[in-house]
């Protein structure tokens, strides 16, 4: 049976995402990510483009934490590390190890069969949740959410929306109707996740793809008369989800969500001496989660303010008691007492900002232009070969999909949904550069440039 290093990677990361509470497989494919890596760089060959912009980044945070003591050595053996400020380190060594690693035809379409098997496994679940109401797949104290394997309808949301997302447009350029159909049924665990950070990125995903691929405007009409008749079936899915999204357009929600920002411009409190749970008397009345984000947005917002070019420091955000250096446009936090959890600012724009300034914001947001325009130019490539052009195609609206999720949550550190999406476009750019390095397809022979003579579409 024939099998690879890189394809054996993939299956645990992808797996070990969807069975999150059973942290073995992820780890699994982590550690298979880090071997990956440094076993290609001992077989010649080298970081790519996308690599080094990755590599960038990761020296920026890490010296970052170093000089405002928010990281040192003991750090990277402690579990808090990882499930805290280090997650956005385990979420990207899977794109690191890509941006070495070649990617066969063979590779791409073992790849490509298991996020099929997971669409499948996904949906096969989500049904036995809705017809038995099983407590084990919903989240605590919340029956009417569907968590799935996830410790939060959050990640698990993110996680079923990006599958969504990439089956969808994937079957819709394919133009594989079938298929296509199945896949909308992934819709079902993402409105019932109760997950609103998931639904906004599902729709810029789709809509995207609809306006920016599919021009023909009568299109649309039957996707809007799908969704108005969905309508009921969405508030039978998560009661909580849909009320929740509903009443943040009320009169009430938004006079205190205006309320709350002038509440947070006034205070002087710190997201690590501030208990959203224990202290929701300071927050006006409605929508306690949304209010909440206004008053992270308000802090992540000063924090900015005070130090633009280079933030506040990496991994200082929540930390309690911070004292920050009175110098204009460098606020720099150089002591505070460490708080190892996930508390962010709850969009991940604010809270790079925050920490690392416009030039932290800067290199991230390069490396996600950079995969974007690297799926593009092999979506060019690859034209007579409309499977694979349909992979990158895809791979354009999952970017569109994370950097839309980042608007409500930290969606750009979170490996629930990370994790999947930098494996999605690693294992494109990996593909792309091999075929570049062998040369391009060419009209009578498509699969020439990748020695495997077996066709992928």
């Known amino acids: 049976m024939r099998f690879s290093a ?22 699994l494919g982590l550690l298979a990510a880090a071997i990956v890596f440094y076993w290609s760089l001992m077989r010649g060959y080298r970081l790519d483009a996308i690599g080094l912009v990755l590599v960038l980044n990761m020296i920026f945070w890490l010296s970052s934490g170093l000089v405002v003591g928010s ?41 490509i069969r298991q996020v099929q098997w997971v669409v499948v496994v996904s949906i096969a679940v989500y049904l036995f949740w809705l017809i038995t109401g099983n ?29 969504a997302v990439f089956a969808i447009v994937f079957n819709a350029e394919r133009i594989k109707r079938g298929q296509l159909l199945f ?30 691929k599919r021009k023909n405007p ?36 938004l006079a205190g969500m205006t309320g709350q920002v002038e509440a947070g411009i006034k205070s002087d409190w710190a997201v690590g001496d501030w208990n959203p749970e224990e202290s929701n008397d300071k927050l006006e009345t409605g929508d306690v ?22 933030g506040m420091g990496w991994g200082r955000f929540n930390d309690r008691q911070l004292t920050l250096i009175d ?10 007492r460490r708080v190892f959890n996930t508390a962010s600012a709850h969009n991940s724009y604010f809270h790079i900002l925050a920490e690392s300034g416009l030039l932290g914001m800067g290199l991230y947001l390069a490396l996600w232009i950079a995969l974007f325009f ?32 980042a608007l409500t949550g930290h969606a750009l550190a979170a490996p629930s949904v990370m994790v999947p999406v930098v494996t999605i476009l690693g294992v494109g750019a990996a593909y792309y550069r091999t075929a570049v390095a062998i040369g391009p397809p060419s009209a009578d022979n498509p699969q020439e440039h990748t020695h495997d003579p077996k066709p992928i579409g």
């Open 71 to 111: 990281l040192g050595l003991g750090s990277f053996v402690s579990p808090g590390f990882y499930n805290g400020d280090g997650r956005i380190l385990l979420s990207c060594l899977p794109l690191l190890a890509l941006a070495v690693a070649p990617v066969t035809t063979w590779e791409l379409q073992k790849f």
């Open 183 to 212: 896949a909308l049924v992934l819709l079902g665990p993402v409105f019932s996740s109760g997950s609103r950070e998931a639904l906004v990125g599902v729709m810029a995903a789709l809509g995207w793809f609809l306006f920016a």
């Open 374 to 405: 690297r799926a593009r130019k092999a979506e060019t490539l690859f034209q007579p070969l409309q499977s694979v052009r349909a992979y990158f195609v895809a791979c354009q609206a999952l970017v569109v999909y994370l950097l839309a999720c």
């Open 289 to 310: 989660t949304t209010l909440v984000r206004m008053m992270l947005w308000v802090y992540a917002g000063k924090r900015f303010v005070d130090s633009p070019i280079v």
């Open 327 to 336: 110098t204009p446009l460098l606020g720099i936090a150089f002591d505070g």
């Open 135 to 163: 407590r084990a797949l919903a989240g605590a104290g919340h029956a009417d959410e569907f968590h799935a394997f996830f410790t939060s309808h959050t990640g698990s949301g993110t996680f079923f929306g990006c599958i």
């Open 218 to 253: 009568l299109v649309l009409l039957p996707i809007l008369l799908l969704a108005l008749a969905l309508v009921p079936a969405v508030e039978m899915m998560s009661n909580k989800a849909y009320n929740r999204t509903l009443g943040m357009f009320s009169q009430e929600s």
């Open 6 to 27: 890189v394809s054996l990677m993939c299956a645990a990361l992808l797996w070990g995402t969807f069975f999150l509470k059973a942290t073995v497989p992820i780890m």
